[in-house]
């Protein structure tokens, strides 16, 4: 995985992130936190290290699948949400 730094922060964050829009499946059908899960973990154990959410992905559920691979993980994680 590529990294940059993240302006002057000296934070070194993936060149790609995960938009995380669509994680837990298509749109309009029920939230699947097992297809989140899966693909939030693929993404970290690929190097990603940025992941960007919002509140009405989803309903909500979007961020709470990442808070909730985020407190199993060991990784430093970088989250944009609005």
Known sequence: MEYRLLGKTGIKV????????QVGG???DTFSHQNADVILNE??????????????????????????????????????TK
């Open 43 to 80: 993404a970290i154990d690929s190097g990603i290290n940025f992941i960007d959410t919002a509140d009405v992905y989803s309903d909500g559920e979007s961020e709470k699948a990442v808070g909730r691979i985020l407190r199993n993980r060991s990784e430093k994680i970088y989250v944009a």
């Open 14 to 21: 993936s060149a790609i992130s995960l938009g995380t829009w």
């Open 26 to 28: 298509k749109w309009g």
